[in-house]
């Protein structure tokens, strides 16, 4: 999951970390630009198959976050969540294309005035399982 967020955050050209909750806020202190951010550091399990082949299915927890200034009209706010939201759109599409969301659903919240951290950010939380494709040991 790591590899597959890192390639996902280079195409669409943003930075990608992952961490507990708490180094959230840390990252995002320093936030210039959007970020995407695993929470956790990759969960999931083994799904075994009646062939006897083997897939991953991770649990993820995906923050999708840009900063915003203390004087942010709603107008701005309203644009950045726009932004987002398309972003988000990307992202779920590249999820997809890497494997099977479980359920085809990713459940998400957004947030105009996101209070992980101290500082006024937008962003979107995506939560789902993705099932990767199957594999056989040898």
Known sequence: MLLLLTDIAASVNIPFTWGTADDLSRYADGLTSD????????????????????????A??????????????????????????????????????????????????????LKVTDRQLNGILMTGKLLMEPYNLC
Do not use: C, K
Request: charge should be negative; proline fraction near 1%.
């Open 60 to 113: 993820f927890r995906i923050w999708l976050i840009t900063p915003l200034d203390m004087e942010s009209t709603v107008t701005l706010h309203r644009q950045s969540l726009e932004a987002l939201f398309d972003r988000r759109n990307e992202i779920i599409q590249m999820l997809s294309g890497a494997g099977e969301i479980v359920g085809n659903r990713i459940r998400f919240q957004n947030n105009a005035r």
């Open 35 to 58: 970020l995407l951010y695993l929470e956790g550091f990759g969960e999931g399990e083994v799904v075994i198959d009646s062939q006897g082949a083997l897939s991953d299915e991770y």
